[in-house]
T-cell receptor, first 115, second 113 residues
Framework: GAGVSQTPSNKVTEKGKYVELRCDPISGHTALYWYRQSLGQGPEFLIYFQGTGAADDSGLPNDRFFAVRPEGSVSTLKIQRTERGDSAVYLC?????????????FGPGTRLLVL | LAKTTQPISMDSYEGQEVNITCSHNNIATNDYITWYQQFPSQGPRFIIQGYKTKVTNEVASLFIPADRKSSTLSLPRVSLSDTAVYYCLVAEGLTGGGNKLTFGTGTQLKVEL
């Protein structure tokens, strides 16, 4: 079946611009996560959704970052007033449920470059 | 937070068995141990997960001693295509449910002919 998909695969923007990154989780998965991966590092947790609500957003670096999941499926990560330091790969993952030990399945990521 | 420590890199040859050991000294009672594989320009791919003793699937085995302070990922008969970064993780439960995966820098495995 289809895995997690993310669009766009690459995004180049200028400093100060607004960007939206989209994630389509695996059908039926109720839990959705966003991670950010800088070059040479492992992914870092940003935010977790259970259904439509952001259950934990403790990983968002500042208030320029915001994410939504209005219908409990597709999620959009929004970054305002982008900075060069926001350049990274943004990864989305989903899991069937939210219990301990639930496997997270990752998408291919969106590579964001802020010039 | 259960931090993990694993070797930065390992080299092997095709057909060899590779064992990557990870330490997680302050793992919590309810935490699971999970391993992911990541190729360049791709998202992490789930390999295997366990809580205690031994888990085996079609691609790997995971050995966890009784104290659960370490774990060993075993890849039988590696091939060139197994060259990748391997992450050992302990999933941390979040307040609102869900599991936060904390990745370290991983182990870069290089398989040669």
């Amino acid at each position: 079946g289809a895995g997690v998909s993310q669009t766009p695969s690459n995004k180049v923007t200028e400093k100060g611009k607004y960007v939206e990154l989209r994630c389509d989780p695996i059908s039926g998965h109720t839990a959705l996560y966003w991670y950010r991966q800088s070059l040479g590092q492992g992914p870092e947790f940003l935010i977790y959704f259970q259904g439509t609500g952001a259950a934990d957003d403790s990983g968002l670096p500042n208030d320029r970052f915001f994410a939504v999941r209005p219908e409990g499926s597709v999620s959009t990560l929004k970054i305002q007033r982008t900075e060069r330091g926001d350049s990274a790969v943004y990864l989305c993952a989903s899991s069937l449920a939210s219990g301990r030990g639930e496997t997270q399945y990752f998408g291919p990521g969106t590579r964001l470059l802020v010039l | 937070l259960a931090k993990t420590t694993q070797p930065i890199s390992m080299d092997s040859y095709e057909g060899q068995e590779v064992n990557i050991t990870c330490s997680h000294n302050n793992i919590a009672t309810n935490d699971y141990i999970t391993w992911y594989q990541q190729f360049p320009s791709q998202g992490p791919r789930f390999i295997i997960q366990g809580y205690k003793t031994k888990v085996t699937n079609e691609v790997a085995s995971l050995f966890i001693p009784a104290d659960r302070k370490s774990s060993t990922l075993s890849l039988p008969r590696v091939s060139l295509s197994d060259t990748a970064v391997y992450y050992c993780l302990v999933a941390e439960g979040l307040t609102g449910g869900g599991n936060k995966l904390t990745f370290g820098t991983g182990t870069q495995l290089k398989v040669e002919l």
